[in-house]
């Protein structure tokens, strides 16, 4: 009889997922993000760019305005394909998250990871994702998260 021993490495499956997100991402486009610095979105774009992220934002009642001295566009499908766009956090509720989801699918060619902050999930719209080869996130915040791995 032959038993196998398994180590515990301290990691879920999320955390190896959110680790390997963290190695790899150079540019967040932030839906969401406003000039009001004192909303969540704008300490999540913030700690992003301490660490040498960029944060590009998104959000149609700014478009045209600098954030953190990135310009805001009113939607991903503005950004220009040259921005390489590796993650898309979204700070919206559930209930935006599919055409947002649709939205980076069409337009973000080198994309990899949606990303919904605390408190926002979509079942159907991470399905997608996923189908599509994306990694997805829900429910958990970049600044809690990446300073883990960082």
Same mark, same amino acid.
């Given at each position: ?16 997922? +959110? ?9 967040? $486009? ?10 969540? &979105? @704008?300490?999540?774009?913030?700690? /992003?760019?301490? %660490?040498?992220?960029?944060?590009? *934002? ?11 001295? !990135? ?8 950004? *220009? ?12 509720? &559930? !209930? &935006?998250?599919? !055409? ?8 973000? *060619?080198? /994309? %990899?990871?949606? @990303? ?8 159907? $719209? ?10 997805? +996130? ?5 600044? +809690?998260?990446? *300073?883990?791995?960082?």
């Amino acid at each position: 009889m032959h038993f196998a021993i398994l180590r515990d490495t301290g990691t879920s499956p999320v955390d190896d997922e +959110i680790a390997h997100i963290v190695r790899r991402t150079r540019c967040v $486009a932030m839906v969401g993000l406003s000039l009001n610095e004192l909303r969540p &979105a @704008w300490g999540v774009a913030r700690f /992003l760019k301490s %660490q040498g992220i960029r944060v590009i *934002p998104v959000n149609p009642g700014h478009a045209g305005d600098q954030i953190l001295d !990135e310009r805001v566009y009113p939607a991903l499908s503005a950004i *220009p394909e040259g921005l390489r766009v590796d993650m898309v956090d979204i700070f919206r509720r &559930a !209930e &935006a998250i599919p !055409e947002i989801v649709d939205e980076a699918i069409a337009h973000l *060619p080198h /994309l %990899q990871t949606i @990303w919904m902050q605390l408190g926002i999930s979509h079942a159907v $719209a991470a399905a997608k994702a996923r189908a599509f080869g994306l990694n997805v +996130i829900e429910n958990r915040c970049p600044k +809690i998260e990446f *300073p883990r791995f960082l």
